[in-house]
């Protein structure tokens, strides 16, 4: 941290700051529906957004202030390892437009307010639908913590957080007051309040990056500059293994644990509770495919925004640092770049991209907290009004555990468990998006498969420690098949299949009760939020959709 601070830059970025506050108070009035007090209000914005409110919820939702750090910190540290990030948010989409819609309609047709709640409506299992929903609050965790470490990089940069102080509260209390602001918005105003911010958000990220990809590079000398200070940087050897620092091109030996990271990445990144949560909030149908369509817009953006790992390299930022904090790298850069009014934009953008997914993660926590543990192993004749409040009460408790996450802990340890959280994300896979299409897997094989799934990821995930951090190391290990490194996600995915497929052929012979399910195959196609019909619901094993015959 330094020691100084920019009365230019930290005035800019206290003027963005409070204005997106006003916002979040503001926005408990936006859209105001008759009953504030039902849990789709408060927790899905009354389900009511549109085509442009839903894209730009769910590019704020999904493309951090961590994004804005880590992946160009990524490249900045390993070179072209760091670009998985690119290909796996275009290839998601394809698979998201199949599955989205689907997921909406029978969402809104019986009024679930999370994937859990689908979970247990589809195959009649509240142990299922809780073990799904633990998975989502514990792999949320650490995602909130990891954008508030986004806002102390940039409050360090800054000079008004972190340092040497002995004083734990004078060193963090600028982080103290963002997170209160960010608290008492969120239990205000709900999903509301993100979804409005994220105008001036992704706003201000396009505006930054837009500049920085012309600025930046014509005051570094061009690309050719660039790109061959990077090469030499990455060709130096580490002393600690002898090995290049990086790459500026992925090499054969990294070449399969790139393309499965990218996969199961793809895979797991709208099966995220704040994923599910922002897609539920569309008003229709049609926004979750248009959205799917145009959403693709920020892959550019994050191209390019990765490309800043790069410039940060040639820019000698931290260049013979011993131990230099790759997450500082971004801002760092920021401020050596530009002039200090448009470093202070900078910077806001990056705390405002913070703020916006934390909000929305807390949120979706908080709602499968309420929905499938409280109400369903609790007390199941809750009223909305008690469910709404709970869920206020349980995101501020969701903030907190992520405060304390970045307060107390190393920042690798809440990075190591993030890249965690999307192995175990991984796992929810059969049950969500094969539930979507067919009910033929059985209720207890899905629950083994899961099991399987995450016993053996959290295993192999501890696997990759070293004695310097003895916490969860790592997301690549030996795929024992191909004799390749690659994505523990998914391997563990796989097995997770096979566990489920093999258990539910099974269990079928068997006659095992498979449950109830009180879906209709026409609530996967409807357009309207229409109520279910009256009568009994499809038989458990006749349950499947139209035009996918159950296997045999």
């Keep these: 941290m330094k020691n100084d601070v920019n009365g230019v830059t930290l005035a800019v970025f206290l003027f963005f700051f409070l204005a997106v506050t006003v916002l979040g108070f503001v926005a408990a009035r936006w859209r105001r529906a ?38 160009p910190a990524a490249i900045y540290a390993a070179g072209a390892s760091g670009f998985f990030a690119v290909p796996y948010t275009i290839i ?7 599955f989205l819609p689907r997921l909406w309609s029978v969402s809104h047709r019986h009024g679930y307010v999370t994937s859990s709640d689908f979970i247990r409506g589809r195959f009649g299992s509240k142990s299922l639908s809780v073990a ?9 965790m650490p995602y909130i913590a990891l954008q508030l470490v986004g806002i102390q990089a940039v409050l360090d940069v800054m000079g ?13 209390l600028p982080l103290l007051i963002a997170f209160g602001v960010l608290a008492a918005y969120t239990y205000s105003s709900g999903l509301r309040a993100p979804a409005l911010i994220a105008f001036v958000k992704d706003a201000l990220i396009y505006i930054v990056i837009a500049v920085a990809i012309v600025y930046i590079p014509y005051k570094l000398g061009g690309f050719d500059d660039i790109f061959a200070k990077a090469g030499d940087a990455f060709a130096k050897k580490n002393p600690a293994t002898g090995a290049p ?50 959403l693709p817009l920020y892959s550019l953006m994050l191209g390019l925004l990765a490309m800043l790992g790069f410039m940060a390299i040639a820019d000698g930022v931290g260049s013979g640092v011993t131990g230099y904090n790759g997450q500082l790298a971004i801002p760092q850069l920021f401020e050596n770049m530009f002039p200090s009014w448009f470093a202070g934009v900078a910077f806001a953008a990056i705390g ?6 934390a909000a929305i993660m807390s949120i979706a926590a908080a709602n499968l907290f309420t929905r499938n543990i409280y109400k369903d192993l609790i007390k199941p004749d809750a009223t909305p009004a008690q469910e ?16 304390v996450f970045v307060l107390t802990m190393d920042k690798t340890v809440a990075i190591n468990f993030q890249l965690l959280g999307g192995i175990w994300i991984l796992q929810t896979v059969p049950a969500i998006v094969g539930g979507l299409f067919t009910r033929w897997f059985h209720r207890w094989a899905l629950l083994a498969g899961w099991a399987a799934g995450m ?21 690549a290990d030996m795929i024992p098949w191909i004799g390749e490194k690659g994505y523990i996600g998914l391997t563990a995915f796989v097995l997770n299949v096979a566990v489920t497929v093999v258990l539910t052929v099974v269990l079928r012979a068997l006659k095992a009760p498979a449950g109830d399910d009180e879906t209709r195959p026409d609530d996967y196609t409807a357009e309207a939020a229409t109520p279910a019909l009256p009568g009994p619901a499809v038989p458990p094993d006749t349950a499947v959709s139209p035009g996918l015959p159950e296997p045999a």
């Design 352 to 357: 405002i991209g913070a703020l916006v997914p």
């Design 245 to 294: 620092r990086g790459a500026l091109v992925t090499g054969p030996q990294a070449q399969w644990a790139y393309a499965t990271l990218a996969m199961g990445s793809a895979m797991a990144l709208f099966l995220y509770p704040h994923s599910v949560t922002a897609v539920l909030s569309g008003r229709s149908r049609d926004t979750i495919r248009r959205n799917t369509t145009i």
């Design 132 to 140: 799904v929903a633990i998975t989502g609050i514990i792999a949320t």
């Design 455 to 475: 016993f053996y990821g959290t295993w192999k995930a501890y696997e990759q420690s070293s004695p310097a951090q003895s916490h969860f190391g790592g997301n």
């Design 34 to 71: 008759a009953d504030p007090l039902h849990l789709d209000e408060w927790g899905l914005g009354g389900r009511s957004f549109g085509t442009w409110v839903t894209w730009f919820l769910l590019g704020g939702d999904l493309y951090t202030a961590y994004t804005f750090v880590a992946v």
């Design 160 to 172: 008004i957080g972190g340092g040497d102080s002995s004083n734990w509260f004078v060193k963090d």
């Design 92 to 98: 998601t989409y394809p698979m998201v437009f199949l």
């Design 388 to 403: 709404t409040a709970v869920s206020k009460a349980v995101s501020l408790v969701v903030k907190v555990g992520a405060l």
